[in-house]
């Protein structure tokens, strides 16, 4: 299957130096883990640079923490999917958006819970079908998804005292690429100013 002109490899993250350390932007149709604090704040960026390029992006929030007042996004332009009852109804949101092929990015905050490596394989091949770029907010320590992510980033914040929900302005983020399929790490951390 061939690739539409108009849809890109990678989508851009906002700061060229993250762009260049993930081979152009966030990887379309692949799963990319967030972990550390600052997770959010770089997600946002992500849905920021994504509706600046004019592309459809969701976002579901399993814990029920986004908070539309210092997001900083087109609220208007962006799907918010806040699924209730058992732990992995979060998982099953973003499947159905994936399947839905509506979006180029996805978020997914999902509260930790039991999934299994196969439900993460499962997100990332719907994500391969979609064409989409799907990132996951993974825990603060861990990652969740394991070899079924095709990159894994680990952020933390430059100032220490502020919080992870924080807009992008507050802080400076330290970005360390873990893990990207297909190409060499080299463990160098980025440092990425306020956006």
Same mark, same amino acid.
Request: hydrophobic share 50%.
């Given at each position: 299957? *061939?690739?539409?002109?108009?849809?890109?490899?990678?989508?851009?993250?906002?700061?060229?130096?993250?762009? =260049?350390?993930?081979?152009?932007?966030?990887? @379309?149709?692949?799963?990319?883990?967030?972990?550390? !604090?600052?997770?959010? *704040?770089?997600?946002?960026?992500?849905?920021?640079?994504?509706?600046?390029?004019? +592309?459809? @992006?969701?976002?579901?929030?399993?814990?029920?923490?986004?908070?539309?007042?210092?997001?900083?996004?087109?609220?208007?332009? %962006?799907?918010?999917?806040?699924?209730?009852?058992? !732990? *992995?109804?979060?998982?099953?949101?973003?499947? #159905? %958006?994936? !399947?839905?092929?509506?979006?180029?990015?996805?978020?997914?905050?999902?509260?930790?819970? +039991?999934?299994?490596? *196969?439900?993460?394989?499962?997100?990332?091949?719907?994500?391969?079908?979609?064409?989409? =770029? #799907? %990132?996951?907010?993974?825990?603060?320590?861990?990652?969740?998804?394991?070899?079924?992510?095709?990159?894994?980033? !680990?952020?933390?914040?430059?100032?220490?005292?502020?919080?992870?929900?924080?807009? #992008?302005?507050?802080?400076?983020?330290?970005?360390? #690429?873990?893990?990207?399929?297909?190409?060499?790490?080299?463990?160098?951390?980025?440092?990425?100013?306020?956006?």
């Amino acid at each position: 299957m *061939s690739r539409p002109a108009s849809q890109p490899l990678a989508l851009c993250t906002g700061w060229p130096a993250l762009d =260049a350390a993930l081979g152009g932007g966030w990887p @379309v149709g692949e799963l990319t883990e967030i972990v550390g !604090r600052g997770r959010c *704040s770089l997600a946002l960026g992500a849905v920021r640079a994504a509706q600046a390029d004019g +592309r459809p @992006v969701g976002w579901v929030d399993g814990p029920g923490v986004f908070c539309p007042a210092t997001a900083r996004v087109d609220l208007a332009a %962006l799907t918010l999917v806040r699924p209730r009852g058992v !732990r *992995s109804s979060a998982l099953f949101a973003a499947e #159905l %958006l994936l !399947r839905s092929r509506a979006f180029a990015l996805l978020v997914l905050d999902a509260e930790p819970g +039991r999934d299994t490596l *196969s439900q993460w394989f499962r997100l990332a091949r719907q994500a391969r079908v979609a064409e989409s =770029a #799907l %990132l996951l907010l993974g825990a603060p320590g861990a990652t969740r998804a394991g070899s079924a992510a095709g990159c894994t980033l !680990r952020v933390s914040l430059c100032h220490a005292e502020t919080p992870d929900w924080a807009p #992008l302005g507050a802080a400076s983020l330290a970005v360390r #690429l873990l893990r990207r399929r297909g190409a060499a790490v080299g463990g160098a951390c980025l440092h990425l100013g306020p956006g």
